[in-house]
């Protein structure tokens, strides 16, 4: 796609989707390392600089954005409109999302945002992208995970948001980033787990309204964590053949795994329109079709990231069925 395409694209985007407001997408996507290029005291964020090994320059600062405008320009193309709601993983500040949502040819969208500020050492964080004006944000906030009190380096929190999606309809989301799978596999499993009691807390807080859980689970389908989850959550994952054709939405030493999910609550099922989708155009894959990444190792590839997104569609609720509370 052609940078005067992308110009038109976004020009057209805002016409798309007129008539269409019973689908609402909701997607989410791991963006690999979305750094800013100066340094937080606070965080160990050495090697996204200027003058580090990976030689991380407001030039591909930019052009990373660029990157994931035309991603969701795209999924807004095929979609027939922006998606609603983007979950965001390994964000680093509100000054990314700042410049993502009013600096790059995203502004045309007219998201806004809320994000978590972890714990996190490295400093990377979740976020909600949301359109107001389909999302009427009702409040959030972050839920913390009790890392330093099980002896576990601090992670990423969880963030609670409730929104209108139309008069007495409210949506509850939860954007995920579980702790990661390198290092100590028994420890970091045992972490991952320590995070899901949280969000199994959480969950059972909700229990009875429509609820979207979507985010990096760092574990495949096949995880005992999952049996912790479902039920009462219900996953939107793809199965059997359509799940081999998505193959998944993260490689590692070639081999292919969704570690990115999206559930549901019973009270919001019957209104999801189909399993969740893996996002893959051509030009965000490499010439194997994998994700093409950012980085490998301290090596700049110049893709989009290491993971691909994930997307369903919300329906309005039938007449005379109500919304959530």
Known sequence: MSRLCLIL???????????????????????????????DTLKHDQEFLPDAERGWSPW?????????????AAVADAEGDWPMLVGLAEVENDSV??????????????????MTDSPDERGVDVALLYQPERFRLTGWHAVGIPSRENGFRPTRDLLYATGEV?????????VVHLPSRAGNRRGSGLHRQLAVERLRQTVDSLSG??????????????????????PPLVSLMPRGKAMRRARGTYVYQGRWSFLDHMLCSPALQARMDAPARVVAFPFMLDEKGRPARTFLGPIYKGGYSDHLPVICSISSPSPGG???K
């Open 60 to 72: 591909r600062y930019w052009r990373k954005l660029d990157a994931l405008s035309r991603t969701l």
């Open 97 to 114: 999302l700042r410049d993502l949502t009013r600096r790059s040819p995203l502004r045309q969208a007219g998201y806004r945002y809320v």
């Open 322 to 324: 109500g919304g959530g």
């Open 209 to 230: 309204r429509p609820l979207l859980v979507m985010g990096d689970f760092n574990s495949e389908a096949g995880d005992r964590i999952f049996r912790r989850l479902c």
């Open 9 to 39: 694209l976004f020009l057209l985007l805002p016409l798309l989707g007129k008539g269409q407001p019973a689908q609402r997408a909701c997607m989410f996507w791991n963006v690999e390392n979305l750094f800013d290029c100066r340094h």
């Open 166 to 174: 139309a008069p007495g309809d409210t949506l509850h989301i939860l």
